[in-house]
């Protein structure tokens, strides 16, 4: 006799809280981790909740669902969102030139010729735009001082613009793929387009009509904010006011006061903070279909691998959507998700997914760079939310 549904679904669910506890308190118990906040929704409804660790060891201030954290690159699928909702009022169009915005922003291919930028080449990375921490010390986008967002409180966005145009694009736009500035760009063009600041514009695109409080480009209370720390033995170390971490990719800069000052440029690539519950109700839009923000038919181009099939030479059985990686072949990929899964993190410590297939969406907000994005923690976290479905 089978059980009831009910029933069924409690004990699936009691596995995988079981399963996630452990994951969570491996990565504390390792020192891996310093604290984290997970929440897990299936269709719609949250089935796993939990604020682990501490906000603030020095302090000794506990982790609590509504800390806030540096979002790092959670900020790009808001941006996404608001650039989707101006492209649906015809306001920007995907094929437009980014020079019907920002006439002086206009990068040189590599042989000096002259290039194309369009919107959607932001939307997908594939500009030929770059970061400083893809590239070694010395690099060209590290000797023009051009700021990744994250580092340099108080450059003012015009000026990051000019020293991104002054270096060569890395590739002809459209002919293939690197993650790259190109969100902060859409940012200058989003401003150009509503007349207002990136912040003011995110606010009433996507943030105060989901009724997000947290969520924004500077913190409402600084007594709610997760400290920053990174990777180091026997455990992680908290960032000063500038860090240096060295990553598979490169050096990557870190200011964690940048966020307190307010002439620092609203960074559409890395600029935000909020909290768990709020990135929960911005990805769960995008799994419902997009209500109140988008229609469905743009969610569902949004989902699909609009970078002509360039980012799966560099990451096989994956390509990138407007805003997000989406898994184009599991397997090839190495993962449990299923095909279509969009997935992303944050380089302060974030990963989170949404299956549509299992109706799955995962937020995993951590105070700890790397390895809340690329460590350990990420992999035993989404092996056991497989592994008790």
Request: aromatic share 6%.
């Amino acid at each position: 006799m089978s059980l009831p549904l009910e029933t069924a679904n409690a004990d699936r669910n009691s596995l995988l809280a079981a399963a996630i506890d452990t994951a969570i308190a491996s990565a504390l118990d390792e020192k891996r981790l310093v604290g984290t906040v997970v929440l897990v929704a299936r269709d719609g409804e949250i089935i796993y909740r939990r604020a682990a660790g501490l906000a603030d060891r020095e302090v000794g201030l506990a982790m609590r669902e509504d800390t806030i954290f540096r979002l790092a690159s959670i900020t790009k699928p808001i941006v996404t969102i608001a650039a989707m909702r101006l492209v649906e009022q015809a306001r920007i169009g995907l094929d437009d030139p980014v020079t019907r915005w920002l006439p002086e922003f206009r990068p040189r291919l590599p042989d000096g010729g002259e290039a194309t930028i369009r919107i959607r080449h932001l939307l997908t990375h594939t500009s030929g735009l770059g970061y400083s921490f893809s590239e070694e010390d010395g690099g060209p986008y590290i000797s023009a001082g051009i700021s990744d967002g994250l580092d340099q409180p108080g450059l003012p966005l015009a000026e990051n613009l000019r020293r991104i145009a002054s270096v060569s694009l890395r590739f002809a736009p459209g002919s293939d793929w690197q993650y790259s500035l190109a969100m902060d760009v859409l940012g200058g063009v989003i401003e150009a387009e509503t007349g207002m600041p990136l912040g003011e514009a995110i606010a009433e695109l996507v943030t105060r009509p989901l009724g997000l409080a947290d969520t924004a480009f500077s913190v409402r209370d600084r007594s709610r904010l997760a400290a920053a720390y990174m990777d180091a033995s026997p455990e992680p170390t908290l960032m000063g006011e500038n860090a240096l971490v060295m990553s598979q990719m490169g050096p990557i800069r870190f200011a964690p006061n940048r966020i307190f000052d307010p002439a620092s440029y609203h960074s559409g690539g890395a600029g935000m903070a909020g909290t768990a519950t709020d990135v929960l109700s911005v990805l769960e839009t995008i799994r419902r279909g997009g209500a109140p923000l988008l229609s469905n038919e743009t969610v569902q181009t949004m989902a699909m691998d609009q970078a002509g099939g360039h980012r799966q030479q560099h990451e096989p059985g994956s390509g990138f959507g407007f805003g997000w990686s989406v898994i184009t072949d599991p397997a090839e990929a190495g993962v449990p998700f299923p095909k279509g899964t969009l997935k992303w993190g944050g380089v302060y410590g974030h990963s989170w997914f949404i299956d549509p297939v299992n109706g799955l969406t995962v937020v995993a907000l951590t105070n700890t760079t790397l390895e809340g994005m690329w460590g350990k923690f990420t992999v035993d976290l989404r092996q056991a939310i497989y592994a008790a479905l």
